[in-house]
């Protein structure tokens, strides 16, 4: 299969952990809005509801140090990322390391990249 991959972490707060993970991984999913289409008067031709995604599957996994989830510490997140377009995932990189987001490594088939600060 052919897919370009890169893995992410980033410090987030404690606090906020959960709501990053389902902002991010909610971002990247599939959603629907209307297509509004008008002729050169203004009319409405059509308006079917249409499909929205950014093409990417993103999983975010909440980083824990410790010996049990009771006892653990949140350390940060760790996002992963694969899609079909080696354009898409670079893009996603470059928008999360803006954000302060670290590449740890990505995958785009014949060149792997690895960072060993992980």
Not at 47 to 72: F, L, M, Q
Not at 79 to 97: H, L
Not at 98 to 116: D, Q
Request: overall charge negative; hydrophobic content about 35%.
């Amino acid at each position: 299969m052919k897919f370009y991959e890169a893995l992410l972490t980033v410090d987030v707060e404690p606090e906020f952990a959960e709501a990053y993970k389902k902002a991010i991984e909610g971002e990247n999913d599939r959603y629907f809005t209307e297509n509004p289409i008008y002729d050169k008067e203004g009319k409405l031709i059509s308006n079917e509801i249409k499909p929205v995604w950014s093409g990417n599957y993103v999983n975010v996994e909440i980083i824990r140090v410790g010996t049990s989830i009771e006892y653990s510490i949140i350390n940060g997140l760790k996002i992963s990322v694969v899609s079909r377009t080696k354009t898409n995932v670079e893009e996603f990189i470059k928008q999360y390391e803006r954000e302060g987001a670290m590449l740890i490594m990505k995958n785009y088939g014949n060149v792997v990249y690895e960072n060993s600060a992980e």
